[in-house]
């Protein structure tokens, strides 16, 4: 097993997560490997100006990180470590900028919730192997210019908020949990986790990524989407024994759909229900996205209980109900949004 190099890394998406990862990387890392960030707009200009600043949960000041930044992939070489912070529903569109990034031997970090394009790649569980969905990957863009095979699947366990142009603020200590789809521990997979350890990112590696997907699914099925429908709080949706309730009924669809498609849960919906109650006062990625005007991350979290819940013959609806009202939702905050 040989250790790739990983002296070029990008951060695709600078955004909550990204901007985080970004931020304690290049300032963990500093001459082990450059770090540069893709982002946009007015956050890309701030973080040009002030650097990205990055409220760890409980600071009384912010690492500030200067990193390079750009919009455009073809101003960047190609990268050893490539770390997507986008939102499932903006990775199509990324697709050709991440592929400008590529060389032979790039791995793909893809730092998502949901469901993700590349699920049934090396998937030795469900029986769908190698199966593409279009839902996620519309026009195999995904699949063709980056490829599942250079992908490592993460999964975040770290709340995290844009408050202000380039300035992030993070809910909790949180960790990453990498895997390859294969669910082969790789010379790749430990070099990267080794990597981001050395930069300050608390990750493990995990042989049954999907577990871990389903797992987290578990509550932003139900979290997410609530929360944006009734602007609550997860604490104030866990207050409120009618949502909790809901809560749980999204949780039980989801564990259904992920063990028929061959996930190994050992959680119960009460200990899941309990571990969320935890979180507390957290203001979900979707309800920041619903109060920022811009498009909910729909299909990876809800959308897709649904349609793999047809794959598997499993009924959902609790899930299809809540897919139905938010997606409406979205389509009247774009409206609005102008
Ligand atoms: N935030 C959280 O607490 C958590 C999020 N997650 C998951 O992690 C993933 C990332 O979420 P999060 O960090 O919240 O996402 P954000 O929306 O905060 O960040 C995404 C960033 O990517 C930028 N972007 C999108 N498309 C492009 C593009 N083509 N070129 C350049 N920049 C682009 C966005 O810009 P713009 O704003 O202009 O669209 C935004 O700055 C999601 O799947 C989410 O569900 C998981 C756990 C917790
Ligand atoms: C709710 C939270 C923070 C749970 O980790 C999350 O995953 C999200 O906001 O999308």
Not at 26 to 48: C, D, F, K, N, Y
Request: charged share 20%; glycine share 10%.
């Amino acid at each position: 097993m040989t250790s790739p190099s990983l002296k070029t890394i990008c951060v695709y998406g600078a955004g909550a997560l990204g901007g985080a990862i970004a931020a304690k990387l290049a300032l963990g890392l500093r001459e082990q490997a450059t770090v540069s960030v893709i982002a946009r707009g007015g956050h890309l200009e701030a973080i040009r100006a002030d650097g990205l600043r990055v409220w760890e949960a409980e600071a009384d000041s912010p690492l500030i990180a200067q990193v390079t930044a750009t919009d455009s992939a073809a101003a960047l070489p190609p990268q050893d470590l490539v770390i997507t912070g986008l939102k499932g529903h903006q990775l199509d569109a990324a697709a050709p900028g991440i592929a400008k990034l590529l060389h032979a031997g790039t791995r793909v970090v893809m730092v998502l919730n949901g469901i993700p394009w590349w699920y049934f790649h090396r998937d030795a569980q469900s029986g769908h192997a190698e199966r593409q969905m279009e839902e996620l990957d519309p026009n195999g863009n995904l699949w063709r210019l980056i490829g599942p095979e250079r992908v490592i699947g993460c999964v975040a366990y770290q709340g995290a908020e844009v408050i202000n142009p380039s300035e992030i603020k993070l809910s909790n200590n949180g960790h990453f949990v990498l895997g390859e789809p294969s669910g082969e521990t790789t010379g790749d997979i430990e070099a990267i986790a080794a990597l981001l350890k050395d930069g300050g990112i608390n990750v493990s590696i995990s042989p049954r990524i999907r577990d871990e997907i389903w797992s987290k699914l578990m509550g932003n099925a139900a979290f997410n989407p609530i929360s944006a429908l009734t602007r609550a709080l997860m604490s104030d949706i866990m207050g409120n024994p009618a949502l909790a309730a809901m809560v749980g009924q999204v949780m039980n669809e989801v564990k259904t759909v992920a063990e028929a498609l061959g996930a190994r849960l050992a959680i119960s919906i009460e200990e899941r229900l309990e571990r969320s109650r935890q979180i507390g006062p957290v203001r979900t990625s979707m309800l920041q996205d619903l109060l920022a005007g811009k498009a909910l991350e729909i299909t990876p979290l809800v959308g897709m209980v649904v349609s793999l819940g047809k794959l598997a013959s499993v009924p959902t609806p609790i899930s299809a109900t809540i897919m139905a009202l938010v997606t409406e939702l979205d389509r009247q905050n774009l409206r609005a949004a102008g």
